[in-house]
């Protein structure tokens, strides 16, 4: 899971917004997907902007990685378009 800040959207929540990260590769473009560039994961992987998630910040496990500023503005404007 993507993990978007819970310092922007939800700091008193105790919740987290987190998106789906896949190491298939989708047929589906951007917005639907975004493969990320920047993050050293063990595999190609892409997260899945359709797949939205509010989680519980005790559900999460380790840091695996950090998108950079720029990447994470482009999944949100993916995010974005899709909702309108």
């Avoid at 589906?28 to 902007?49: N, Q």
């Avoid at 989680?55 to 899709?82: C, K, Q, T, Y």
């Amino acid at each position: 899971m993507l993990v978007i800040s819970h310092e922007v959207f939800n700091a008193r929540s105790g919740t987290v917004i987190a998106l789906a990260i896949i190491s298939q590769p989708q047929r589906a473009g951007f917005p639907l997907t975004h493969r990320l560039e920047g993050v050293r994961l063990p595999k190609a992987s892409w997260v899945k902007i359709s797949q939205i998630r509010t989680l519980s910040m005790d559900r999460l496990g380790r840091r695996l990685g950090v998108v950079s500023p720029e990447e994470l503005a482009r999944i949100s404007d993916g995010l974005f378009e899709l909702v309108g």
